[in-house]
DNA sequence: AAGACTATTGTTAACGTGTGCATAGATGTG
DNA sequence: CACATCTATGCACACGTTAACAATAGTCTT
């Protein structure tokens, strides 16, 4: 089959030891003796065999790439960027191997000898279990997008708290004063801080939201049709609305619509994050929009550092947001 | 560190071979001697360790799923579905090693050790070298998404011919008589069929394409655009549009709009690909989809299949697309 | 010139697993 | 009872690589 370094060792007439010296440019073979080794390598066109190397080296090559669900859930933009931004600092240093949590029935696979380093990028609060798991193998771990506490485990994500306070300014920077919101699903991380976010913009300028003016929500299309539609029936209704994903924004709208009345000129409709879609609707929609690759690549790279160094550092690293202005949010006079 | 089946025969009080008999579930074992191994097993957390087990099996238990590129031009949802698919299929038998084509300097780390099967999802005839290197190494190997004639190669792809027929056939029954064509990148072969299909819906309905009622597209917004610009031109306008993909008829919506002009009312617009903003543009585009999910579900399954049963047919397998009707058509009065 | 040191290469074992062959005991057969 | 057969297990080696240690030859030191 394929030659391995036996093969050249006898064309060499030299041991296979130093052959693999040769090979991994050891100091101790002599340049023309590696010269000759790696030209009779070429001809053969050997490659390593990489589990025997792994096998000797403890090492895998391998860096794993777990979401919380492939196969529903996670959205399809999210996921390629995650992808993109892995791959792009990865290149052919690591194979990189893409994974749902959920087609898992038992961690007991995932091991030091399997996975040299691991990133998930988290979605939901059940990815606790795996985590704990890793990080008590001792696996290098980085967790994007969810904040997490174990200790030794890196974390990186997005400001959403600071995305969702931007995004809440520049509606009142832009003339509103009655703004209502919908809110994220219960439970979810990501909803208390956009909801935090967006309360400390309205504080910070003085804007009070009265009871009637606030919706739970469940992060679907539904819910913000459903919530935009008591928003409608008000006495005194809101002149914008933020919400708390893009989704709940688009059901959001297609009630106002529905209700014979336009966005953003009747009312003003804010997002949050920068969902495919949101380019494209009609109108387009103004959104916060999240460094999912950049929060990526960070991420990998961290943990690239974490296998390379084995720092151990538990570190939680905070990316910016991003306002993206489109259409759908009206200039108010005062 | 971990435990190996040699700690697991001290304490069972065997050899490892027999270990490794009783944990494979070999005939060769007392049943209650497995037993006892395999409490034992369970007891001390034992994993085997892959890379051994790779090496003496000459097996990988890696799948490649090889895209033509990972840094540009893909789209999310194609992505996202091809990974679900084939994902859905493996489960847990096999890693899912994710790659970017453009991202091999050199193919020369592809070999039957590494990966006991690939699956390329091609979209440009770029691919061809990875192709040939893959089939030379005598690697089981199935390519979606584009035809492709290397011997002992599968190859599973949608009917584009017969989807872009069924879309034009479907303008005809709506009452369209005046029709035109915003072609296709010039090369890719995807071009090539979705136009024969629609010039064949055309001769069978007995309808001419006048050469003004042509235009040549580079699969990007802006040459629908201004595809649809010269068609209001005319003197004569069709009152639909066929677009070899989503991009160009969302260009060509533009066009319409900016000319004071409404879809579907005044001309109709049919795309091609069901790109994930398809159905959240306004007006929501009727287009064709094609089974990108099936698509790798059947091409893992079909690889799966020739990996252990060592089969190597050269088979085509095409899929049937589907006609998804939005609101970008208008029924005409005959 | 003898010992120490350096540069280069080889010997051998190790990583964890699977397998061909040998072995020992049990069982069956005539 | 002698022999063949079967059952359950062990021994030794193999897979391809790296690395600790050994060995050799040449060079330097005093």
């Given at each position: 089959m394929s030659a391995t370094i036996k093969d050249i060792a006898k064309l060499a007439g030299v041991s296979h030891t130093t052959v693999s010296r040769a090979l991994n440019n050891s100091p101790l073979i002599q340049e023309e003796t590696k010269e000759r080794i790696r030209i009779i390598a070429e001809q053969l066109d050997y490659t390593p065999n990489y589990n025997a190397k792994s096998l000797v080296l403890d090492r895998s090559y391998n860096l794993g790439l777990f979401f919380t669900t492939l196969s529903n859930g996670t959205s399809a933009g999210f996921f390629y960027e995650a992808i993109r931004g892995v791959n792009s600092v990865i290149r052919d240093r690591y194979q990189l191997i893409v994974k749902g949590i959920d087609d898992y029935t038992s961690f007991h696979s995932i091991t030091k000898k399997s996975f040299d380093g691991i990133i998930i990028v988290s979605q939901s609060d059940d990815d606790g279990p795996i985590i704990e798991h890793i990080a008590n193998k001792g696996i290098p771990l980085v967790v994007l997008n969810r904040p997490v506490d174990t200790a030794g485990v890196?974390?990186?994500?997005?400001?959403?708290?600071?995305?969702?306070?931007?995004?809440?300014?520049?509606?009142?920077?832009?003339?509103?004063?009655?703004?209502?919101?919908?809110?994220?699903r219960k439970g979810f991380k990501s909803a208390q801080n956009r909801k935090d976010g967006f309360e400390r913009a309205m504080e910070h300028y003085g804007i009070l939201i009265p009871a009637s003016y606030r919706m739970p929500g469940l992060y679907d299309l539904e819910s913000g049709h459903q919530a935009m539609q008591q928003f409608l029936s008000l006495e005194e209704r809101p002149t914008a609305v933020f919400c708390c994903?893009?989704?709940?924004?688009?059901?959001?709208?297609?009630?106002?619509?529905?209700?014979?009345?336009?966005?953003?000129?009747?009312?003003?409709?804010?997002?949050?994050?920068?969902?495919?879609?949101?380019?494209y609707v009609t109108p387009a929609l103004t959104t916060v929009r999240r460094p999912i690759e950049q929060i990526s690549k960070e991420g990998a790279l961290r943990l690239l550092g974490n296998i390379e160094n084995k720092l151990h550092a538990t570190e939680q690293l905070l990316l910016r947001t991003e306002l993206i202005v489109r259409e759908s949010v009206q200039v108010l006079q005062a």
């Open positions: 890196l974390n990186v994500l997005s400001d959403e708290e600071q995305g969702a306070f931007h995004a809440g300014a520049f509606l009142v920077n832009q003339g509103h004063k009655k703004i209502a919101l919908i809110e994220g994903n893009d989704e709940m924004a688009l059901g959001a709208i297609k009630a106002v619509f529905e209700a014979g009345l336009q966005v953003p000129k009747d009312i003003s409709v804010v997002g949050f994050d920068d969902t495919v879609f949101a380019a």
